[in-house]
Structure formats: structure tokens, C-alpha cells
């Protein structure tokens, strides 16, 4: 029985898709649910399974190609006996370009050259030997049980480490293509700089509280709520939705020459992924306890890095906080996140000297930053809102005190 395999049903906000990887090639046997395709659009990466066990008969749409909601993409044979490659076929190694370089997709090659390892030494089961970052994974895993056998083999014989290295003073260059999801962020954020009048405000917070706090009941939080680990985001998602409800013009959008004033607080989380910056949503944190906030960043955060967020988890979104603290930045100017009107940047907690009371006192400190529209918001009301997120956190009390 033949089975049309179509895209995924993409949202309005999505025109088409990009073909990104075919995981199967016609004539190869397929269980049902696995992973056969990625579709890359400008949001996210959709992943289509096979609907039965079966095989695909054959492709209609190739890596790079366009493809629109709903469009079939390949055909399946449901029952049909597939065959796995066989010896000849499958690869002992990635192939290689003409640059000599093997073929791989950029997880794979990122995941490379974090482990310092050589391309051609990974089996690619992709197309044409192409290299996944699945076989990366699987090579690191079952590298600790090889390493016995490489140290007491033969070293490679000079010539063929001279083939592969870079002469003294060669100036290398490679042209990748641009991805999909990588161009869009591009475009997002320039357009964000050249249609909004963006402003910065900056002040800083003590975290010596919330520390504290958090770190005489990290323990108890954790076991209360099923190895829930209490983290600082949950406490600025909280601090910003207060500050967010006192000051509703940070909380609105633009649409045209219409303001749209929300009675929500859904607030985007950016997330760093292979892909990509993504910002997934959480919604409704006024609703929320801090385990709640906890748990759903985490697990936000572990399919962004899975590559398995959906359309829905991105959009929309009335505000956004990014912390650029976890890769060591002191401060910085976060851009815009359009249609919203203001975004809060965290940064790395650092000790310094402060005066306290004619005091000098050695404290745990956060530069903040706000960047806001100043066609939306006034930078009275942007400063205010960002003293009141400092001492929310700096008198945590007040958050569940209303005060």
C-alpha cells in the first residue's frame, strides 16, 4: 500500500520549509516512527517520521529543496521489505569533498571540532557517506573502549598526516551556506535595529539574597518537587512579570500604528542551540510557582538542544529575557526580540567592592540591562521598571508579598 509522506502543516506565520536531511534512502527498511527526514524552516527544525514499517519508495523533494505546507515529499511502500545497505555500500568512513574535507552537517561538524576529532575517522551512515551528528555521538561513546586497541596499533605513516594538514602560511578558507534558521535571525535582527528607536538602560543588582535564599533551600526545593533544581532564572522570570504588571507599556507590542497592550505575561527565554539562537515561550508566568518556571526551562531548554521544539513553543511571547551571564559576558546590549518592545539582558555574577553604609563590602553583583522602543515606552517608565525588577530581587520577600 502506497503512502504519501507530506511536510508538516506549517502555521501562517510560516511561508515554506527547507529539505535539510533525508535520514533514508528509497529501498532502505523503515520501523515506524523513525526519524526519515528534517524539514528546516525559519523558526525551527520539524522532524517527519515514517508512519508505518515499511519502505520509501521514492523521494520527491532532495535536500535543499523548497517545499510548502502539506506538499509530498516522498512516497512509502507500507509492509514492504526493505534491505539494510549492504558491505559494499555502507561506508567504512565519510566520504570527502574536494577540499578534502568530510562531508558533514554543521552539528556534526561542530560536535568535531569541540572533540578535536579528525572527519574522516567517523563512519557516516548519511547520504553518500555524510556525516551525522548522530555518528559523532555514537563514535565518542564507544571511543573509551577503542582507545586500547589505537594506542598499541601503528602510528599512521607521516605522508598520510602530511596529506591532510595546512601548509605553513596557507590562508584557508571555506564558504559554507548560510542556514535557514541562522539566515532568519539574521534578517530578525537587523530589521530589530533599523525599525525600532532602541534604547538601553542599565543598573545593577545584588544577588547576595537571592543566593542566600536559594542556597538554604535548593536542597529542600529539589526533593519537594521531584529533583526540580531552583535556579536564579526562575526569580528574574518572577521579578520581571511583577515589574511587568506595574508597568504594562514593557509588556505591549506594536502592530502597525495600533499598540496591543496584553493582560498576559508570556515570557521568552533565549536559548542557545547548534542551530541557533531560539527563544521559547512560557506561558502565563503570573500563573506559575518558581518549580513551575524551573521545570519548564529546563525542559524548554533540553529539546532546544535536542533540536525538538515546536513552531508553538516560539511563538508569541509579550517580553524576553536573555543571560548572557552563562558564557562569562559582564555586559551587554541585548537587541530587541520584534513585535515586543523591550527585552531584559542578565550577565555573570562577580564580586566587587561596594559602598554600603560608609562600609566598603566585598558583594555578589549583575549588571542589567533593559533595551526598550522608545516609540512604545518612555525612558522613565523603562528605568522604573528595571529598579523595580533590582529590588524585587535584592528583598525577594516582596515578590510573594505584593509589595
Do not use: C
Not at 529543496?65 to 558491505?87: H, K, R, W
Not at 521559547?280 to 533540553?302: F, K, Q, W, Y
Amino acid at each position: 500500500m502506497s503512502i504519501e509522506i507530506k511536510a508538516p502543516t506549517f502555521p501562517e506565520s510560516v511561508a515554506d520549509g527547507t529539505v535539510a536531511t533525508w535520514h533514508k534512502q528509497p529501498g532502505e527498511a523503515v520501523a515506524r516512527d523513525e526519524l526519515i527526514v528534517d524539514i528546516e524552516t525559519d523558526k525551527v527544525v520539524l522532524e517527519v517520521v515514517a508512519p508505518a514499517d515499511g519502505v520509501i519508495q521514492s523521494i520527491v523533494k532532495g535536500e535543499g529543496d523548497t517545499v510548502l505546507s502539506d506538499e509530498v515529499i516522498a512516497i512509502f511502500v507500507e509492509g514492504a521489505a526493505g534491505s539494510a545497505p549492504s558491505a559494499d555500500e555502507a561506508p567504512a568512513a565519510a566520504s570527502v569533498d574536494a577540499d578534502g574535507d568530510a562531508i558533514a552537517g554543521p552539528a556534526a561538524r561542530k560536535l568535531l571540532e569541540e572533540n578535536n576529532l579528525d572527519a574522516a575517522q567517523v563512519p557516516g551512515s548519511g547520504k553518500g557517506g555524510r556525516i551525522t551528528k548522530e555518528d559523532v555521538v555514537n563514535f565518542l561513546k564507544n571511543k573509551p573502549a577503542a582507545a586500547p586497541a589505537a594506542a598499541a596499533a601503528t602510528p599512521a605513516p607521516k605522508a598520510a598526516q602530511v596529506a591532510v594538514s595546512v601548509a605553513p602560511g596557507e590562508r584557508v578558507e571555506k564558504r559554507v551556506p548560510m542556514t535557514r534558521l541562522r539566515a532568519t535571525i539574521a534578517k530578525r535582527l537587523v530589521e530589530a535595529q533599523q525599525s525600532a528607536a532602541m534604547l538601553t538602560t542599565y543598573n545593577e543588582v545584588n544577588m547576595k539574597p537571592v543566593m542566600e535564599l536559594r542556597k538554604q533551600y535548593k536542597d529542600l526545593f529539589e526533593k519537594t518537587h521531584n529533583g526540580t533544581r531552583l535556579g536564579f532564572m526562575s526569580f528574574f522570570v518572577k521579578a520581571a512579570t511583577e515589574a511587568l504588571k506595574r508597568f504594562p507599556a514593557v509588556n505591549a507590542s506594536i502592530d502597525g500604528n495600533d499598540i496591543v497592550y496584553h493582560g498576559y505575561q508570556d515570557i521568552g527565554v533565549a536559548v542557545s542551540t547548534e542551530r541557533g539562537l531560539m527563544v521559547p515561550v512560557l506561558r502565563d508566568t503570573d500563573a506559575m510557582s518558581l518549580a513551575d518556571i524551573e521545570a519548564n526551562i529546563a525542559d524548554l531548554g533540553a529539546r532546544g538542544r535536542d533540536g525538538k521544539l515546536g513552531i508553538a513553543d516560539m511563538q508569541g511571547g509579550t517580553f524576553t529575557i536573555t543571560n548572557g551571564g552563562v558564557f562569562g559576558s559582564l555586559m551587554s546590549t541585548p537587541i530587541l526580540n520584534p513585535p515586543q518592545t523591550a527585552i531584559l539582558g542578565m550577565h555573570k555574577i562577580q564580586e566587587r567592592p561596594m559602598a554600603v553604609n560608609g562600609q566598603v563590602v566585598i558583594l555578589p553583583m549583575m549588571y542589567l540591562a533593559v533595551s526598550y522602543d522608545h516609540r512604545m515606552i518612555d525612558g522613565k517608565d523603562a528605568v522604573q521598571f528595571l529598579v523595580t525588577i533590582k529590588d524585587l530581587l535584592e528583598d525577594p520577600a516582596r515578590m510573594l508579598l505584593d509589595v
